[in-house]
């Protein structure tokens, strides 16, 4: 469901990524971990479509929100719709009925935030609405980076258990992670450095 096969991409004459392959199935959560500018923006960014390689093929590229969500590291959430019109922007584009937004926000926590804009909520509530958005349409791949990161233990916990049941449900899973409590519910732990996906 999630593919890299022999990935190169290189910035400005820098190679960044160097030979990467992985592959995630469906029902897998697999985390990736590795050195701050090893690539892990660079890697998701492929693998959603936002960014083509020199060379290699990804999988699942460009696709739509259903086959393959993202929740960026910079979050990417419209500053003019509230947390709740944002949650349901993915089933609203795919005209399809919106529900469980609200089950959803109150799940992470933040159910009493919906009417709010981004810039009235915390980044963290902001990345727990991002999350929400990510996974409302059940989509076949989910592809999520450091999506804990602005988090306290407690709201931690809440959004790994929403990525875990993501997966149980049978969606491919694929988080770029530096926090144990995301690597401890993993079926797979990935490491890239150097370019590569090691061992
Ligand atoms: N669009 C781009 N243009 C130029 N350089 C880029 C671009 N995207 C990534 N890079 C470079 O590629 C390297 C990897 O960046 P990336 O953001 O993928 O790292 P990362 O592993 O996600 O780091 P972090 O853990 O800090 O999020 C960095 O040196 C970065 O400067
Ligand atoms: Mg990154």
Not at 15 to 30: C, F, K, T, Y
Not at 34 to 56: I, M, V
Not at 58 to 77: D, F, N, R, T, Y
Not at 79 to 108: C, D, F, I, M, Y
């Amino acid at each position: 469901m999630i593919r890299a096969a022999g990935v190169h991409r290189a910035f400005g004459g820098v190679a960044v990524l160097r030979g990467v392959d992985l592959a995630v199935s469906a029902g897998e959560l697999v985390t990736l971990s590795g050195p701050s500018g090893s690539g892990k923006t660079a890697l998701l960014s492929l693998l959603c479509g936002f960014d083509f390689p020199d060379r290699g093929s990804v999988s699942p590229g460009m696709a739509s929100w259903s086959e393959c969500a993202v929740l960026p590291q910079s979050l990417g959430l419209a500053t003019e719709l509230t947390l709740q019109e944002n949650v349901a922007l993915p089933l609203r584009l795919a005209g399809r009925a919106v529900s469980g937004v609200s089950k959803l926000l109150a799940e992470l926590g933040i159910g009493e935030l919906g009417a709010r804009y981004p810039a009235q909520v915390s980044f963290g509530q902001q990345q727990r609405a991002a999350l929400a958005r990510a996974v409302v349409a059940q989509p076949a791949a989910l592809l999520a980076d450091e999506p804990t990161a602005h988090l306290d233990a407690e709201s931690a916990v809440a959004a790994v258990g929403v990525l875990r049941r993501v997966a149980d449900e049978g969606a491919a899973v694929l988080i770029a992670t530096h926090h144990d409590a995301v690597h401890a519910v993993a079926d797979r732990v990935l490491v890239l450095a150097d370019g590569q996906v090691q061992g």
